[in-house]
């Protein structure tokens, strides 16, 4: 891990999305002037694109990437030292098809991505934030179900996990209250193998919490 905390920034450049950070000073300007992502021209192909939505350590986008190479992926991920950190597994697996986004996902979603231009989002370990004054920045609203709903196309899938029982039921539950992502039970390890999970699936896995996971399709 120290190890590839040491790539210079330009090595990993190639990797990273320009976008406004909400600590950021110029925050409330810099949103009012989003700039649209084009896929083909960030990624240079035409391959089908998938988002994760806080990537934390970026274990399943480098696994990924480097399993799927027919596929583009997009991380967006608000802490920049687990950007750094995941640019530079990135870079010394020389993995290529994914990108990574320094900014709030429910802005750059909203803002920067085109409705029905996304195969799959994936959601994995969200923070709860149970307490009435941390409801801000919860992730999973409806305003966030219906933005995810808007950018997927056609049969594209909203991959959800938690280990957190009542959120996992209070997701499925507003997801379910819009007609435009129908819940698809799932058989067996959704992830495609161990090699595809999350660092927090790993270890939750390791201490023997139950996971909880669901997929919808639009």
Not at 46 to 62: A, D, H, N, S, Y
Not at 129 to 136: A, G, P, T, V, Y
Request: hydrophobic fraction near 40%; glycine fraction near 6%.
């Amino acid at each position: 891990m120290a190890r590839v905390r040491r790539w210079p920034i330009e090595a990993l450049a190639p990797y990273l999305v320009e976008a406004p950070h909400p600590r950021s000073p110029r925050w409330r300007a810099l949103m009012q002037t989003p700039r649209p992502l084009d896929w083909p021209t960030l990624f240079g192909n035409q391959r089908p694109v998938e988002i994760e939505v806080g990537f934390g350590k970026g274990r399943f986008l480098v696994h990924a990437g480097s399993a799927r190479p027919e596929v583009n992926f997009l991380g967006i991920e608000i802490e920049r030292p687990y950007v750094l950190l995941t640019a530079a597994r990135l870079a010394k697996e020389r993995v290529g098809n994914v990108r990574l986004a320094c900014t709030d996902a429910r802005w750059l979603l909203k803002e920067c991505v085109a409705g029905a231009s996304v195969q799959a989002l994936h959601v994995y370990f969200p923070d709860p934030w149970w307490k009435h004054r941390h409801q801000k920045r919860k992730l999973l609203t409806p305003e966030f179900a219906m933005q995810c709903a808007r950018v997927l196309v056609p049969g594209g899938k909203l991959h959800f996990v938690t280990d957190v029982s009542a959120y996992f039921d209070e997701t499925c539950a507003l997801l379910a209250q819009q007609n435009l992502l129908k819940r698809v039970d799932q058989i067996g390890n959704a992830t495609g193998g161990d090699a595809l999970l999350t660092h927090f699936e790993r270890k939750y896995r390791a201490e023997g919490r139950a996971i909880h996971r669901a997929r919808f399709v639009k």
